[in-house]
């Protein structure tokens, strides 16, 4: 898994997904924004992180029993555990919140161990448990029955899709209020340079518009002008 550095962790921490996806957009990557996932707390913190995947396929009833879960190998609680710290597990529950992809106990576990956030593209249980950790967590909606019920856990950190976008494992993840993203691995450093800089600009924007400045020649900044002040709002504001 490509590590990444300190430096672009703080970058992408501090920009939306919403930067991050129009950078996305101008490379051609049009569907790295993981559909139908929500934070489970409104004030958990920005996640950002390599994917560690976990991969789960229809539920065959005779080998998706209760007892499966007294081996160690499961691939369900071996992802709980081979999880790196400062990692997202991303999970492929093939859209289908009607069965739990993991519950309080497991999140609660990624937490201590230092991983940096989880995501599903199914539900988890226990869920306003999982709210109050101010853990990062993201999942389509509640869901009370056990994953046996309908997810048999197959694989982990192998190529997944999660929400309709291709998660493949070390890809950077990247969730806010917005949603999750999917940031490529080669091009994370890139984006991370590039948002940031993006962000400063769109912070000036935002104050200029406050203000009551109109939009033209303002953004896209096709006037003149708007760089001069740019550069010296940067320079006033320490950006």
Request: net charge negative.
């Amino acid at each position: 898994m490509t590590k990444l550095s300190e430096a672009t962790r703080n970058k992408l921490k501090s920009v939306s997904t919403a930067t991050v996806a129009t950078a996305l957009f101008k490379r051609g990557l049009r569907i790295q924004m993981i559909q139908d996932v929500h934070p489970l707390g409104p004030d958990q913190p920005t996640m950002v992180g390599e994917a560690f995947t976990l991969r789960y396929m229809p539920a065959r009833e005779d080998l998706n029993t209760i007892d499966v879960f007294r081996d160690c190998s499961h691939p369900q609680r071996k992802a709980v555990e081979d999880c790196p710290p400062g990692a997202v597990l991303v999970m492929d529950s093939r859209k289908d919140a009607r069965a739990a992809s993991a519950g309080a106990i497991l999140i609660t576990r990624l937490m201590k161990r230092g991983v940096a956030g989880v995501v599903t593209d199914g539900g988890f249980r226990d869920s306003a448990e999982i709210a109050r950790l101010g853990f990062p967590a993201f999942h389509h909606r509640p869901s009370a029955p056990t994953n046996l019920t309908l997810h048999q856990a197959i694989e982990i950190n192998v190529p997944i899709g999660c929400g309709d976008a291709p998660v493949f494992p070390g890809d950077v993840i990247l969730g806010d209020s917005d949603g999750v993203i999917v940031i490529p691995a080669h091009l994370a450093d890139e984006i991370a340079n590039e948002t940031f800089e993006m962000t400063a600009f769109e912070d000036f924007v935002t104050e200029e518009v406050g203000k009551g400045r109109g939009i033209f020649g303002l953004y896209p900044a096709t006037d003149p002008q708007t760089l001069t002040d740019f550069a010296a709002w940067r320079k006033a504001n320490g950006r």
